[in-house]
């Protein structure tokens, strides 16, 4: 199935509207679930779009950026699977896989823009004590529009493309796999990076143990056959049961500090 011009250019729109989106809006356009009924309505399919863009939106429910770790994009992915499943009438499943590649090139180009913004952080930082909110203001629409049309070229070249598209990304990820895994190498440090700057900012020195802590049952039960698939959600419940009791203690210390000094004293008569 061809796609005519029309077809093309506002799939390319909706891919530069989603990629920045998914970092800056943050109102779901990028979810699979949505670009793949949007994408399908585009290329007049609307019903393989829900289809495919669920069955996309179920594999890629658990993956999240972790500190500027980036796991294979939804967005890019999300569209070109349907794409692939529409013109090649392919079945979700099988429309899911072939996105795949796609999908890796949309994390390897987050990665890499990524990169290229760092050093760009301290021209914000010179731009915010100049009280120069122009200048930040083009940093970040640059990054954006940056984001958005390496998104939308991708997404070009697999409606045009189609499938020959797809197999040469992997013919190409695998003749520089030196480069890709640099890619990888770099995603994998920013995670610990991402941790840190949280940390500086957020971590009190009250809560060091409460922190070691987490870490130590991370181990723990990790190395449990039957719990470690459900580690981070255990973790979270006894993260949350750890703070409604501290919140609860707060409270009931405030309170009984508050009724301190209330009537019955004895006063020096001054």
Do not use: H
């Amino acid at each position: 199935m061809d796609f005519n011009f029309i077809q093309i250019l506002l799939v390319a729109v909706f891919a530069f509207i989603a990629a920045i989106d998914q970092f800056s809006f943050l109102e779901s356009l990028y979810q699979p679930i949505v670009s793949g009924a949007v994408v399908g309505a585009i290329l007049g399919d609307l019903q393989t779009g829900l289809i495919v863009g669920g069955t996309y939106q179920l594999m890629t429910i658990g993956n999240m950026p972790v500190g500027g770790a980036q796991p294979p994009n939804a967005v890019i992915g999300g569209i070109m699977a349907v794409v692939f499943a529409i013109s090649s009438k392919l079945d979700p499943a099988a429309a899911v896989g072939l996105a795949v590649p796609f999908a890796l090139l949309g994390q390897y180009f987050v990665t890499f823009l990524f990169t290229v913004m760092s050093p760009l952080m301290s021209k914000a930082d010179k731009y915010a004590d100049e009280a120069n909110p122009k200048g930040i203001e083009m940093l970040n629409y640059g990054a954006m529009g940056a984001l958005g049309i390496l998104f939308a070229i991708v997404v070009v070249i697999g409606l045009i493309g189609g499938s020959a598209a797809g197999a040469t990304l992997s013919e190409l990820s695998e003749k520089y796999a030196w480069f890709m895994n640099g890619l990888s190498a770099a995603g994998g440090m920013m995670r610990y990076v991402g941790f840190a700057i949280l940390l500086r900012i957020m971590l009190s020195n009250d809560l060091w143990g409460i922190y070691f802590a987490g870490f130590a049952l991370a181990t723990i039960i990790g190395k449990i056959e039957g719990l470690s698939g459900s580690a981070l959600l255990l973790i979270a419940l006894i993260g949350i049961a750890v703070c409604v009791y501290d919140f609860q203690t707060n409270v009931k210390m405030k309170s009984a500090t508050a009724n301190i000094g209330i009537g019955g004293d004895d006063e020096d008569g001054i």
